[in-house]
């Protein structure tokens, strides 16, 4: 048997706010089952109940309104499981990261780190296949995706580390110029989808980054203060170069990352 109730009841039924039950019939994912033509009073009826536990369970689980909607729409079982297990992997990629960002905080906190080891390095000019964009640094994983997606078709038989370079804008205004490039040969023709740069040689201090990128910004800091104490700076981007990355190996902890410095000349440390 099928009751109506006020939207007070519904609310306690639920545990879904007055508020919150107005907002979901405001944007049509909830709406009452009638609605009193010279009071406005709302009423829901108890056949709602399941449908709006199942809203507040989604909800709990962060799951955008769009999405919830898709579910409690969905005409049948497979579209609404597969909603379900998209949000499901994305909540443990989220899981994942979150306990890296902890344990980068904890070691972060944690006296005596080992200093970071810098090398010095004489690159030679040399032309790459590149993909070239105003990126935010927001975006920069879906952007490397698509630009590596570009390269990857036409970088196949083609040796040589790939790496990037980002102009200062995208660390100082979080959005600016990042270069994706695979080295070619000097005779290398055109290709569809991307650009033939020529990269200048120059000399850069260099640290490599080992596995996640969760504390990538630790290992700039480091590399940053090392060059501001003994190096001169030279003009020019920031490079990364990607010896073993995600199309390498499966496991972040194993990547490989080598992040150049720009500097003038080799330093002449003492001690």
């Given at each position: 048997m099928t009751a109506t109730v006020t939207v007070g009841e519904f609310s306690r039924l639920?545990?879904?706010?007055?508020?919150?039950?107005?907002?979901?019939?405001?944007i049509?994912?909830?709406?009452?089952?009638?609605?009193?033509?010279?009071?406005g009073y709302r009423r829901y009826g108890t056949s709602q109940v399941e449908t709006a536990l199942l809203i507040r369970r989604l909800r709990e689980l962060r799951m955008p309104l769009p999405d919830v909607r898709a579910v409690v729409e969905a005409g049948?079982?497979?579209?609404r499981e597969e909603t379900l297990r998209t949000h499901l992997e994305r909540m443990e990629q989220e899981l994942v990261h979150t306990?890296?960002?902890?344990?980068?905080?904890?070691?972060?906190?944690?006296p005596g780190r080992p200093?970071?080891?810098?090398?010095?390095?004489?690159?030679?000019?040399?032309?790459?296949?590149?993909?070239?964009?105003?990126?935010?640094?927001?975006?920069?994983g879906p952007w490397?995706?698509?630009?590596?997606?570009?390269l990857g078709g036409v970088t196949v038989d083609l040796p040589g580390t790939s790496g990037a370079t980002y102009g200062d804008e995208f660390f100082t205004e979080d959005k600016g110029e990042v270069v994706a490039f695979h080295p070619v040969p000097l005779d290398q023709p055109p290709a569809a989808g991307v650009e033939l740069v020529d990269l200048p040689g120059g000399y850069f201090a260099i640290a490599v980054h080992a596995g996640h990128m969760t504390d990538f910004d630790r290992t700039y800091a480091a590399l940053g203060t090392h060059v501001a104490e003994y190096c001169e700076v030279a003009p020019g981007p920031i490079r990364?170069?990607?010896?073993?990355?995600?199309?390498?190996?499966?496991?972040?902890?194993?990547?490989?990352?080598?992040?150049?410095?720009?500097i003038r000349q080799i330093p002449v440390l003492k001690g």
């Open positions: 639920t545990h879904l706010s007055v508020k919150t039950l107005h907002h979901y019939h405001e049509g994912l909830l709406a009452p089952v009638s609605i009193d033509s010279s009071s049948d079982s497979a579209a306990r890296d960002v902890v344990a980068s905080l904890r070691e972060l906190l944690t200093l970071l080891d810098v090398h010095y390095r004489y690159i030679p000019p040399f032309r790459a296949y590149g993909v070239r964009g105003q990126v935010l640094r927001s975006e920069i490397f995706e698509f630009a590596y997606g570009l990364e170069l990607y010896p073993i990355g995600p199309g390498d190996v499966p496991d972040p902890a194993d990547y490989r990352t080598e992040v150049c410095w720009p």
